[in-house]
C-alpha cells in the first residue's frame, strides 16, 4: 500500500489568484514569476493554468523558458537574475527572452557577441536589496553601453526591493530609485507581491507577483492570504498511521522534546522532513485532523510526524489530515516553523505525489 500522503494543487485557485495580481495592476503587465519549478507547485501545471491568461512570465533558466515556448506560450519570458553565458545568447534571442543585465560582466559578453537582435533587456538598478544590479555611479555608463548596442531593441528599467512586507516599505529605495533613472523615458519594473498590493505607486509598467499566485500571503504579518481575496493552491494532505494513549511523564519522538503532563492520545501523520514538513517545527505547530484544527507534538522525524489528538476522540488510523492549504493557511504552518510560505512550497519532496485539481 503506498504512503497516504499526497499534494493537490489547485489550477483553478492559481488563476483566481493570478488575475486578482493582474487586477491590482491596473494598465501595468503583470507577469508571472513562476521560478523554481512555478514555487514547487511544478511548472507544466503553471504553464497549464496561467498560459492562457498571462501577460508574461519571469523564471531563472533557459531550459526552463524553452518549456514554455514548446508549450506555445508566445508571451514576454523574462530571465531573471541574469544567469548566462556568451554561448547562451543564440537560444536567448532564438526563445525571445529577456535577460536580466545586471553587471560588468553581461555588459562585456553582449558586446563581444553577434546579437541577432532585436533584443528586449531588464537592465537592474540596485537601489538597496544590495544584492545585483548598477548603482548610482555604475547606471549612467551601464545605459549608454547598452544604448550603443544596435541589436538591443527596448531597455525596461528594473530594481527589487527588500522591505515590501514590513513596515519599513519601500520608500527609501523608491527616492533612490527616482534619484538614479527618474528623469529616463524607459519602461519600468519594479514590484513584487508585497509591493504590487502595499504600494500602488510601485506599479510601473511591469509587475512581477510570485508568491500571491500560490496563494501565499506576501506580508503575513499585516493581512492573511485571505483577506487579501487569495486562495490556496497546494495542499499537503496525509492520513493517521498509527495511535498512541500515553501517560503524564512519557515523552514523544526522538529526543523527547515533549513531555505529557496529562494523559494524552498521540496521532502519528505520514509525513517527515523527508516529505518537505520543516523539521523545525516545533510542539504546537498547527495541522487539521479530520478537518479539526489539533497541534503536532515533538520533533518532526523524516517519514512521520506526531500530532495530539486528546481532544478528537473520533480521529483515529484513516483519518485524513491537512498539513497546510485548504482550511490551514501554509502562512501560519510557516510562522509556526520559524519561515515562510514560500520555503514550505519549495520544499515539498519530489517523492509525493501530485494530483491536479
Ligand atoms: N522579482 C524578483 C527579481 C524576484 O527575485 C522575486 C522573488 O523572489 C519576485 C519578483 C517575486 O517576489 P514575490 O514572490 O515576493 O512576489
Redesign the pocket.
Known sequence: MPRPIRASIDLEALRHNYLLARSKAGSAKAFA?I?ANA?GHGLQRAIQALGPVADGF?LLDIAEAAQLRAAGLTQPIAL??GFFEPADLPEIERLCLIPTIHGDAQLAMLERTRLAGPLDVLLKINTGMNRLGFTADSFPAALARLRALPAVRSITL?S?FARADDEAGIAPQLARFKAIAGGLDLPVSLA???ALLRFPEATAQIV?????LYGGS?MPDIASAEQLGLRAVMTLNSEIIGVQDITPGERVGYGGSFEAATPMRVGVVACGYADGYPRHAPTGTPILVGGRRTRTLGRVSMDMLACDLTHLPEAGVGSPVTLWGDGLAADEVAAAAGTIS?ELFCALAPRVPVQVR
Do not use: D, F, Q, T
Open positions: 514569476v521560478k514555487y519571469a531573471l537574475e528594473m527589487h513584487n507581491s508585497a512581477r507577483p510570485g508568491i500571491m506576501p514560500y
